[in-house]
């Protein structure tokens, strides 16, 4: 995997400790599970992520959000959902509003993955519609950014990531940002089996914060949760959540196992 140099557009700011930042683990389920498998991931995960150290979240399908509330009441873990709809209601078959997911007790939304922007046609400015949506439904959104193949290969990663982050949280206050969290997921790493080194992540996680910084000051950036998704399991997670600037994982495949996916929360608590 080529990792051509690039340029930084902001200078390198060297920042505290993770310590500050409460560390988020967060199983993205995509397409996967009937509500009885639902119920019984969830059982099996309660007793596993009992004693976490960071906040843990799954993030399921539509259909699953119901189960996955009743199942986690008076646990540690939170529900999240996958998308949500910029519109608080209309004309949109098939779209799923912020309102509604908050009504039947949801907390976290994925927002901007690879997958809805390749599949979908969502953008950069649909997904900065559907963040702010989200806000004011009182959500806290995970948006996704990160670079193709062979943009990480032509050396403008930074400036394909430096534009995500302008674009996605356009309009979005400094208070606002505080209930957000930035996952970022090189796209050549997502579902491949390929990940990108511990120092691959934290260099980018890093560089997110500096854009940060440049947009809301070293305050602001130095509190936001940068998480790293892209094929993170149960084998390198202890690795990649050493790193100062990886706040915690959104996870694939990873989480739809109980036990790794525990080992990746342990990882997470001990980082």
Same mark, same amino acid.
């Given at each position: 995997?080529?990792?051509?140099?690039?340029?930084?557009?902001?200078?390198? %700011?060297?920042?505290?400790?993770?310590?500050?930042?409460?560390?988020?683990?967060?199983?993205?389920?995509?397409?996967?599970?009937?509500?009885?498998?639902? $119920?019984?991931?969830?059982?099996?995960?309660?007793?596993?992520?009992?004693?976490?150290?960071?906040?843990?979240?799954?993030?399921?399908?539509?259909?699953?959000? $119901?189960?996955?509330?009743?199942?986690?009441?008076?646990?540690?873990?939170?529900?999240?959902?996958?998308?949500?709809?910029?519109?608080?209601?209309?004309?949109?078959?098939?779209?799923?509003?912020?309102?509604?997911?908050?009504?039947?007790?949801?907390? #976290?939304?994925?927002?901007?993955?690879?997958?809805?922007?390749?599949?979908?046609?969502?953008?950069? @400015?649909?997904?900065?519609?559907?963040?702010?949506?989200?806000?004011?439904?009182?959500?806290?959104?995970?948006?996704?950014?990160?670079?193709?193949?062979? @943009?990480? $290969?032509?050396? %403008?990663?930074? @400036?394909?990531?430096?534009?995500?982050?302008?674009?996605?949280?356009?309009? %979005?206050?400094?208070?606002?940002?505080?209930?957000?969290? %930035?996952? #970022?997921?090189?796209?050549?790493?997502?579902?491949?089996?390929?990940?990108?080194?511990?120092?691959?992540?934290?260099?980018?996680?890093?560089?997110?914060?500096?854009?940060?910084?440049?947009?809301?000051?070293?305050?602001?950036?130095?509190?936001?949760?940068?998480? #790293?998704?892209?094929?993170?399991?149960?084998?390198?997670?202890? @690795?990649?959540?050493?790193?100062?600037?990886?706040?915690?994982?959104?996870?694939?495949?990873?989480?739809?196992?109980?036990?790794?996916?525990?080992?990746?929360?342990?990882?997470?608590?001990?980082?």
């Amino acid at each position: 995997m080529s990792s051509a140099p690039s340029v930084m557009l902001f200078e390198r %700011i060297d920042f505290m400790k993770k310590d500050i930042r409460r560390a988020v683990i967060a199983g993205n389920w995509k397409m996967n599970k009937t509500r009885p498998e639902a $119920e019984t991931l969830i059982t099996d995960l309660k007793p596993l992520a009992e004693n976490a150290g960071c906040e843990v979240v799954i993030c399921v399908p539509f259909t699953n959000l $119901e189960t996955a509330v009743r199942l986690t009441a008076g646990t540690n873990i939170k529900v999240g959902a996958q998308n949500c709809h910029f519109a608080k209601s209309g004309a949109y078959t098939g779209e799923i509003s912020a309102d509604m997911l908050k009504e039947v007790g949801v907390e #976290y939304v994925v927002l901007g993955h690879s997958e809805r922007r390749q599949y979908f046609g969502e953008t950069d @400015e649909t997904v900065n519609k559907r963040t702010k949506a989200a806000l004011e439904a009182g959500l806290k959104p995970i948006v996704c950014v990160g670079e193709l193949l062979w @943009e990480r $290969e032509s050396g %403008i990663t930074e @400036e394909v990531i430096s534009r995500q982050i302008k674009l996605d949280f356009a309009g %979005i206050s400094a208070d606002e940002l505080m209930n957000c969290i %930035i996952a #970022y997921e090189p796209v050549w790493a997502i579902g491949t089996g390929k990940t990108a080194t511990a120092d691959q992540a934290e260099e980018v996680c890093a560089f997110i914060r500096n854009v940060l910084a440049g947009l809301y000051g070293t305050d602001v950036a130095e509190k936001i949760t940068i998480q #790293y998704g892209g094929s993170m399991n149960a084998g390198n997670a202890a @690795e990649l959540l050493s790193k100062t600037n990886v706040d915690g994982g959104l996870i694939g495949g990873a989480s739809l196992k109980a036990p790794d996916f525990a080992t990746i929360i342990n990882a997470a608590t001990n980082g």
